[in-house]
């Protein structure tokens, strides 16, 4: 009876010890050349960070400058903040702060599309929240993003609600332009990702949501894209012009879904859709002039080593 006392005793401690050990974090601090990092959050145990690109000569003290935050793809399962690495750095070239952001996944932090909806959201809350000591214009902030990024994106600028109950709620989390890259924004049946998302897919879904308060937005898609139909991004401009809102839609023949990223389409076909980002951020009033070529090949992994 004794031993028994004895191993239920360890059996308990044992796990009040397990209890009592933090949860180890399954987001590690990335570190970007000419980038800085601050946690713009803390969930699921893990700090998620923000990477900030800042044009030269940025003078956060004086500067008002036009801001877009990039969030990448994969599948709301996983994916690396280094996705949009270099239209961030090339962003910030032309003069805009630049800002890569993680955000809880399935495979890391055993998350949902919901909980990548609320980060997407608390991201841009934060950067709207600290607009003033980052030098960055609060009415100025894009969301940009692929695939589920993109989806993750586009709920910031076109989803009511689904925020973090935990976060400032003063502050709006609303992005004000939008740029797409073959973006999850159809979760109705007929769309992606429905089985994960069923129970809440009309507030989750970007397409079903569109209002005339949805922000202009630009979107790149592969004709072959075996999980975004053309018809959807067809179907997405529509509603977005009907509701009075500016909606850019560029299709690329035979291309699959990641196409615009460089080692998958190729330095052509993602300088083609960086310059026309550009192109677009220029005519919203967020940047200024045309790229020159250094500009645009500074970008290019392939190009830099010719």
Same mark, same amino acid.
């Given at each position: ?93 032309? #003069? ?48 940009? #993003? ?142 200024? #002039? ?17």
């Amino acid at each position: 009876m004794k031993n028994m006392n004895s191993f239920i005793h360890s059996l308990i401690c044992s796990c009040l010890l397990i209890a009592a050990t933090p949860a180890k974090a399954k987001t590690t601090k990335a570190n970007y050349p000419g980038a800085t990092a601050e946690i713009y959050k803390h969930a699921s145990g893990d700090d998620l960070y923000l990477y900030i690109f800042n044009p030269e000569g940025h003078d956060a003290a004086k500067d008002k400058r036009p801001a877009i935050v990039f969030f990448f793809g994969g599948g709301w399962n996983g994916g690396s903040t280094g996705q949009f690495k270099q239209h961030a750095a090339y962003l910030a070239s032309r #003069g805009m702060v630049a800002i890569l952001a993680d955000y809880r996944v399935a495979s890391r932090q055993k998350t949902t599309p919901r909980e990548c909806v609320a980060d997407g959201k608390s991201a841009v809350r934060w950067i709207r929240k600290n607009a003033t000591r980052l030098g960055i214009d609060a009415n100025r902030i894009a969301a940009g #993003g692929g695939s589920a990024g993109g989806h993750v994106a586009a709920t910031t600028g076109i989803i009511k609600g689904l925020d973090d109950p935990a976060d400032d709620q003063s502050v709006s989390s609303k992005a004000n332009a939008l740029a797409l890259y073959n973006p999850v924004y159809d979760n109705s049946p007929e769309g992606y990702g429905y089985s994960r998302v069923k129970d809440y897919w009309k507030e989750i879904s970007p397409l079903q949501n569109i209002d005339k308060d949805s922000p202009p937005t630009i979107v790149f898609l592969g004709t072959k894209d075996n999980l975004i139909p053309v018809t959807t991004a067809e179907s997405f401009k529509a509603k977005m012009q009907e509701a009075g809102v500016r909606s850019e839609l560029h299709l690329y023949k035979d291309q699959p879904h990641g196409f615009f990223n460089e080692g998958k389409g190729g330095s052509d076909i993602f300088l083609d859709t960086l310059r026309k980002t550009d192109a677009f951020l220029v005519e919203i009033g967020y940047l200024e #002039g045309t790229p020159t070529e250094e500009q645009l090949k500074a970008a290019s992994k392939s190009k830099k080593k010719k």
